[in-house]
């Protein structure tokens, strides 16, 4: 049993007790996830499942489909109504800034509720180990698609790019939260042709729609240069990441390359001095439209003042060029890769 001593301020630190996980005012058992009152958390840490109330003996592990730094992604299925969920497992043996981020995807997944970011349906804690059930997207990540698909055309891409600025507008707007870590393996897709935003474990909860953050995680590919340097920075910061998914997306390669042209950077460094010091990407005007062209080059400007908001780009002319077209992504996403859930 871990149990902070008497002078330090046991809202800052984590409590594992009777097979609960507490941090702060979030508290997490066996029977699922909540947010309590201090009070609450001082007495008996106990949260009563209701009889609609999922629970983890109501689901049979098929298969892992996904592995991460902290963690494993399973395909669950319940038991009685034969529906799929992505089941995350953590365990949580690991050092306390890594369980900080852990609470924090937890409160976020507890309270975000929108069409356009993966919905959470349940948290549990048990035997040292953290489940988070989650919405199962049966076409895996954008970069699972991109495997397969090589590049997105642009009628999909502005579907796609108009999906995931709502995901964002909610998330800026309404919950203050800064994802900072959006990139292609975290935009999920189904064969509905839905996208939605995931994975909140590094994601910051601002005090207002104009805070400004200054801490330094997520991937690095897709920082944006005020990230990277240690300057504060703001929602824009997710804007800029968002342009270079949308240009990887369009041409089938990460925007900035290599001086060796290998796939990948070796030498953190490097990259960093072409984000932070060289020109931004853009995309090439005799490939796309000057629409998309714009509006790749209104998301990733150095400067994050001259950077469009997610608000201000649901405007641009990019977003609405195509709607004449009827552009069907749920066929696009079903076409070009089998969804699980169909097995």
């Known amino acids: 049993m871990e149990i902070p001593s008497p002078d330090e301020d046991s809202s800052a630190k984590f409590l594992i007790q009777s097979g609960t996980f507490i941090d702060g005012n979030l508290l997490v058992n066996s029977d699922g996830v909540r947010v309590v009152s201090q009070s609450e958390v001082k007495g008996p840490p106990l949260i009563k499942p209701t009889d609609n109330q999922l629970s983890l003996a109501d689901v049979d592990t098929i298969k892992v489909i996904g592995k991460g730094n902290r963690g494993i992604v399973q395909l669950v299925q319940h038991k009685w109504t034969g529906q799929f969920f992505a089941s995350k497992v953590i365990q949580m043996k690991v050092e306390e800034s890594a369980r900080k981020h852990i609470a924090q995807e937890l409160k976020i997944n507890q309270s975000s509720q929108c069409p356009y970011v993966v919905v959470c349906y349940q948290s549990f804690y048990d035997n040292g180990t953290v489940s988070i059930i989650l919405e199962y997207m049966d076409g895996g990540s954008l970069v699972d698609f991109l495997r397969k698909v090589k590049t997105i055309p642009e009628p999909f891409l502005a579907v796609i790019c108009k999906q995931v600025l709502k995901g964002l507008l909610y998330l800026h707007r309404e919950k203050h939260i800064i994802h900072r870590d959006l990139k ?119 400067d994050p003042n001259n950077r469009w908001s997610a608000n201000e780009l649901m405007g641009h002319p990019f977003i609405s060029m195509y709607e004449d077209l009827n552009v069907d992504l749920a066929s696009y996403f079903t076409d070009a890769g089998s969804p699980l859930a169909t097995f």
Not at 192 to 214: H, N, P, Q
């Open 184 to 302: 292609p393996s975290n935009l999920l897709i189904n064969h509905r042709g839905e996208i939605k935003i995931t994975d909140f474990g590094v994601s910051a909860i601002m005090a207002s729609t104009s805070a400004r953050a200054l801490t330094f995680v997520g991937t690095y590919n897709y920082m944006s240069p005020e990230r990277l340097t240690g300057n504060n920075y703001c929602y824009k910061s997710d804007i800029w990441s968002l342009g270079l998914v949308l240009l990887e997306c369009a041409t089938g390669k990460f925007p900035y390359t290599p001086p060796d042209q290998e796939e990948e950077w070796t030498n953190f460094y490097e990259l960093m001095e072409a984000i932070v010091d060289g020109p931004p990407p853009s995309a090439a005007s005799d490939q796309f439209s000057c629409e998309f062209c714009s509006f790749i080059s209104a998301c990733v400007q150095g």
